[in-house]
């Protein structure tokens, strides 16, 4: 064992026990110990340290509710993109640092390594010749957010700019499906990114002439569904080859989350709740209560159940378990995003 030493990590101890007592800190108390001293704050911030986590059972689950706001600035309305913390009983920890590039719509948001936040893609308006229309920007910027050093820093750009896109994480690898160009052009191609190499590779991938769908993991395949369409194409990274699988169900998905198995999302055409099992191909539906003012919901996951945030911030969340006899019963969180038009993810850190 390492000697303990003027410098060690905890006077008295040697720095692999430190280490071990140091892991089973509270997320919460993170901003309070990494103050005591520079030692203490390389530690917590560095990748050793969520290791260690995991190998101590520390490792507590957070979602992270990713939203917009507006302030004005010189007469005018400036939006920009934020987003707060919660953990398991809906308290609100922190907030997410304001997202380092403009203001953009039709983006990506995923999560790698369990913990790191991924922010991918989408458009940016130019209204300053407004008489010709608004002009629209695709991007290739990605981000990521690491909840260690509660910073963002920037990643290697996608190779093709696209927004509006259908985008999963199967085995660790983030794919992103075809999406739109700045000329609004249907994109036909399929990104995958190795994080552990910080690369991009394109794929092709079937042929869809539809509006943005989306996609999701399953059985370590990776499922992606049309809009407008029932067909539903599988990729086998194994293989290298895509399937097709005809769902019987058109869809024109808005929102959507995936829990234990089982897709649930939000059609611009049906009302309530549905759910898709990948296992039985089968489709079902779910009352849900009215949107305060008659806005959209959106989905996320909270305590391994459903969770449903109004797209106008200020409300609580509601949450549903769904596997249960009461589903319909929907009960409110302490959960209460401040911004608007929320994108919900989960982080283990």
């Given at each position: 064992m390492e000697s303990s030493s003027p410098s060690s990590l905890i006077p008295g101890l040697t720095d692999d026990?430190?280490?071990?007592?140091?892991?089973?800190?509270?997320?919460?108390?993170?901003?309070?110990?990494?103050q005591v001293c520079r030692r203490w704050r390389t530690f917590l911030r560095s990748e050793h340290f969520s290791a260690v986590r995991?190998?101590?059972g520390s490792v507590e689950e957070f979602t992270c509710v990713l939203m917009e706001s507006q302030f004005v600035r010189d007469g005018r309305f400036v939006?920009?993109?934020?987003?707060?913390?919660?953990?398991?009983?809906?308290?609100?920890?922190?907030?997410?640092?304001t997202f380092p590039g403009p203001f953009v719509s039709g983006f990506g948001v995923a999560v790698l390594r369990g913990r790191k936040i991924v922010?991918?893609?989408?458009?940016?308006r130019d209204e300053r010749f407004a008489i010709k229309g608004t002009t629209i920007y695709a991007s290739a910027d990605v981000h990521e957010f690491d909840p260690a050093t509660n910073s963002w820093r920037k990643l290697a750009n996608m190779n093709v700019p696209r927004h509006n896109f259908a985008y999963a994480v199967v085995n660790g690898l983030l794919y992103v499906i075809r999406g739109f160009s700045s000329f609004g052009d249907s994109l036909l191609s399929t990104e995958v990114y190795n994080p552990k190499t910080?690369?991009?590779?394109?794929?092709?991938?079937?042929?869809?002439?539809?509006?943005?769908?989306?996609?999701?993991?399953?059985?370590?395949?990776?499922f992606v569904v049309s809009n407008e369409s029932?067909?539903?194409?599988?990729?086998?990274?194994?293989?290298?080859?895509?399937k097709e699988l005809d769902s019987g169900q058109s869809l024109s998905v808005y929102s959507y989350t995936v829990i234990r198995n089982k897709v649930y999302f939000f059609d611009r055409k049906m009302p309530g709740l549905g759910v898709f099992d990948p296992e039985e191909n089968s489709w079902s539906w779910v009352g849900v209560p009215r949107s305060p003012g008659g806005y959209w919901f959106?989905?996320?996951?909270?305590?391994?159940?459903?969770?449903?945030?109004?797209?106008?911030?200020?409300?609580?969340?509601?949450?549903?378990?769904?596997?249960?006899?009461?589903?319909?019963?929907?009960?409110?969180?302490?959960?209460?995003?401040?911004?608007?038009?929320?994108?919900?993810?989960l982080i283990n850190f």
């Open positions: 026990v430190a280490e071990l007592c140091l892991s089973r800190i509270p997320y919460s108390a993170f901003l309070i110990i990494s995991k190998l101590t939006k920009y993109l934020f987003g707060e913390v919660f953990d398991v009983s809906g308290n609100r920890l922190g907030r997410i640092p922010f991918f893609g989408g458009y940016t910080n690369q991009w590779s394109l794929m092709d991938c079937p042929y869809r002439p539809v509006w943005r769908g989306f996609a999701f993991s399953f059985k370590s395949k990776l029932r067909f539903i194409d599988i990729y086998d990274p194994k293989t290298e080859t895509w959106r989905l996320g996951e909270w305590n391994n159940k459903v969770i449903l945030i109004a797209r106008l911030g200020g409300c609580k969340a509601l949450t549903g378990d769904l596997d249960k006899d009461n589903a319909s019963k929907w009960r409110a969180t302490y959960i209460k995003p401040s911004g608007s038009n929320a994108t919900v993810v």
